[in-house]
């Protein structure tokens, strides 16, 4: 398909050379870092101004071209692959800090800033942003996908870091929501609707986002498990006791593996936790303690503690390594991802059914997770191309999903749905899916935004 | 205006005695605990399960009739009046607590029940649920309203407590919303699109909330300032300091004065903070000991610590009878109560200036506040019924969400829009106002919900 001889005319008067029709760009923005699929759009625009996003909505929407925008493209569920064609709206150019405002603890960001780049800027305030994903995305994304990441059990999700945005809808109107205040009873949330709406209800083009002080001290630590059920246990009784925990990630013995193959490590080849505290000293001290005597209960070993920033940041960077890591096991393997989230006391059963799939399957699949937040991912390996791995990698999945619905959890904690999770909307949600639906129609008529992601198919 | 037969006939044969149609039901749900007055809804109806509502919501789609939802009348914007007739749906009779799960911390609720009566069920559990907004009010109507009040420095608002709901929609069909997990990407957030709808989209029919660990420690504390300025100051400065209070609530010299006078207390006639701290001893210790210190740099004087249960409770019981206290200044007045919300390097100048206002119009108007959150009200006193007055009053409101709104604040911190501030939602949202509008037309195509409150009238 290509662009319609009008609309193709518009939108270069309108960008010049930051409208691109050329292969190679529409191939790089039909790459996904999953082992989703689908042709690349009929054209790349990088606009810099909302004003120039929404002259490219109202240009498509004459035509009845799909709008698909894209951040740093390191969603999971193919959010932004172009699957009916269209205009794939890369906003790597709008990547500005807006505005500081230390004093209310906030920031106005464009939407294609990546979290690193974020953190960078903020470094001489004492405040950060601590939604972490991992991977480097862009905060636009991050809305758009709701993420959360490693720091989500103390700091919470974008849902909740994220105070206001500016959107450009459907038709191209520029609408702000949410306020600079720290709380609102006026009106709807439409914050909170755009945030995770993943792209099909508008295109984020300015957030302002909730920061949170430098803590004074952080102390991080490893420490080991002779199985998998006693460290998600571990993991239970240390959120239930309430210890304000600021990450509590479980790794199993295959990523442990993975690490010492691929990262330079030197871990047992056992289940493990990596926690991290944040506070004054004497709360961090204090929190520590308590961890570590629940961990005893546990049987956890070997605690290895990392005093200083640089162990720290080697330590995170492992954690946020373990998708290539683990990937290596199997060279030239893809992953397919799982993301349940259960409530926390079906954790150990959800974790531990995963693991017993998987080694029945004869597939590598190391387990990792966000387990404060019931969140974990297995990371099935397959060859890519090989529909039979792919069948069971999915089938693996499916019933992960399904299990997690049964004790009232989601199909997916952080990744979204995009196109890879669409199919399990009504088991989630029942009636309350054609509920999304109905909004979907009344903000995007046309269905132009992001269509064939997230809402049903109209009828 | 009475209920059209065929409807009342098909009420009556639903709910037997449960529908009221007498002049003292029907007066009962035109009051207010604010100066809004409205005519009586023409039946009242006391539905007793989810599947009721549904029943008396086709009912009165059929016959085209509104449907408003009435938890325990505490709503200080209208909220709950008959505006344009119809059926108030009382739902004081769903008042049980369905589950608590209190390994995962959490409870699924009916709408009727109240803040006070769920936390006495939780008592045993070692849990709470901590949204505050000093009324009883019932849980349906607090999510309804997003409302907030002392705690929610801490822990939050409804929007951040409100996991998951059960909502009758306006064409009877009975929708679940959000899960049981921590957190979910998938699609839209649905929960937080009906809290704060003020059932205008639906009759939410059961919550799961999230609830908290009793603190292990808990004090609290008054102290003194010489100026409104200097106590205002303080609080913006503990909040940046990162200090995790509990509570931090401002009340003005008049307040302290109705205190006494009504209250039995014996504080000194100037402006007060009354904070409190959870936690670990430690934690709570050296968190008083850093507030003492930056009170002290604001002049802070005459610390009493409410070292006792009892203590605590006779502060908090006088600090939620601000309200009546400061009614009884003025034998017979009505309080005009605004409620605005800003910035937290905008709260010293926004609520020197509502005082400023106050003065000069002769009126009394304690002033109390949230300020935690940058959240303030006055609560200017009128005679009812005395029209000049009352525009006084209401000038002076205006001013105050003018201000708000000049600093990027918004118009209702928590007591929502109601009749009351639907006049100012297009100053504060622009065309995102109208977003709202088209997606109630999406829910609600016939207007039938709760009409005439919240989003604009239709074309």
Redesign the interface.
Same mark, same amino acid.
């Given at each position: 398909m290509t662009l319609p001889p009008d609309a193709a005319a518009q939108l270069q008067d309108l960008l010049g050379s930051r409208l691109s029709v050329s292969t190679a760009d529409r191939d790089h923005h039909a790459q996904s870092e999953s082992f989703h699929r689908a042709p690349p759009p009929d054209a790349v625009a990088w606009p810099e101004s909302a004003d120039e996003v929404a002259a490219i909505v109202r240009i498509c929407a004459d035509a009845g071209l799909p709008v698909i925008p894209w951040g740093a493209g390191t969603s999971l569920e193919g959010h932004a692959l172009a699957t009916q064609g269209g205009v794939t709206v890369d906003l790597g150019r709008m990547n500005r800090v807006v505005e500081i405002?230390a004093?209310?603890?906030?920031v106005t960001v464009q939407p294609g800033i990546t979290r690193e780049a974020l953190n960078t800027e903020l470094r001489a305030t004492g405040l950060f942003f601590p939604v972490d994903p991992g991977a480097n995305a862009s905060l636009g994304g991050m809305a758009a996908?709701?993420?959360?990441g490693t720091t989500?059990v103390r700091y919470g999700?974008m849902?909740?870091n994220v105070l206001g945005l500016q959107v450009v809808?459907a038709d191209g109107?520029?609408?702000?929501?949410g306020?600079?205040?720290?709380?609102?009873?006026?009106?709807?949330?439409?914050t909170?609707?755009f945030?995770?709406?993943e792209g099909t209800?508008g295109i984020v083009t300015e957030l302002t986002l909730r920061l949170h002080?430098q803590p004074e001290e952080v102390a991080a630590a490893v420490c080991a498990f002779d199985s998998l059920e006693h460290a998600v246990e571990c993991v239970?009784a240390t959120i239930?006791s309430?210890i304000p925990m600021a990450r509590i990630e479980f790794v199993d013995a295959v990523t442990a593996r993975a690490f010492n193959l691929h990262s330079g490590s030197d871990m047992r080849e056992s289940p493990h936790l990596m926690v991290e505290f944040h506070g004054?000293p004497?709360?961090v001290r204090?929190d520590a303690e308590r961890f570590g005597e629940i961990a005893a209960e546990f049987g956890a070993q070997g605690f290895d503690w990392a005093t200083t920033a640089e162990d720290r940041n080697r330590l995170w960077r492992m954690r946020h390594g373990a998708y290539h890591a683990c990937i290596a096991l199997r060279p030239g393997a893809t992953g397919v991802v799982t993301?349940v989230?259960?409530?926390?006391?079906h954790l150990p059963a959800a974790v531990a059914a995963a693991a017993a799939d998987i080694r029945e399957s004869g597939l590598i699949g190391p387990i990792v997770g966000h387990v404060g937040?019931?969140?974990f991912h297995a990371q099935i390996l397959v060859e890519p191309g090989n529909q039979t791995e792919i069948a069971t990698a999915k089938a693996i999945a499916l019933r992960m999903a399904e299990r997690?619905l049964k004790?009232?959890?989601?199909?997916?904690? #952080? +990744? !979204?749905?995009g196109i890879g999770?669409r199919a399990l909307?009504a088991d #989630? +949600? !029942?009636?309350?899916?054609q509920?999304?639906g109905?909004?979907k129609?009344?903000?995007d008529p046309q269905n132009i935004m992001n269509p064939g992601k997230?809402?049903p198919d109209r009828n």
């Open positions: 405002r004093e209310d603890m906030q996908t709701r993420c959360s989500a999700t849902r909740d809808l109107r520029i609408i702000r929501t306020t600079r205040a720290a709380k609102s009873s006026a009106g709807y949330d439409l909170g609707l945030v995770g709406s209800l002080g239970s239930q309430g004054s004497g709360a204090e993301d989230c259960v409530p926390m006391s937040d019931g969140n997690a004790v009232g959890g989601t199909i997916t904690g #952080e +990744h !979204g749905i999770k909307m #989630e +949600h !029942g009636q309350a899916w509920v999304m109905a909004i129609t009344a903000l997230l809402v």
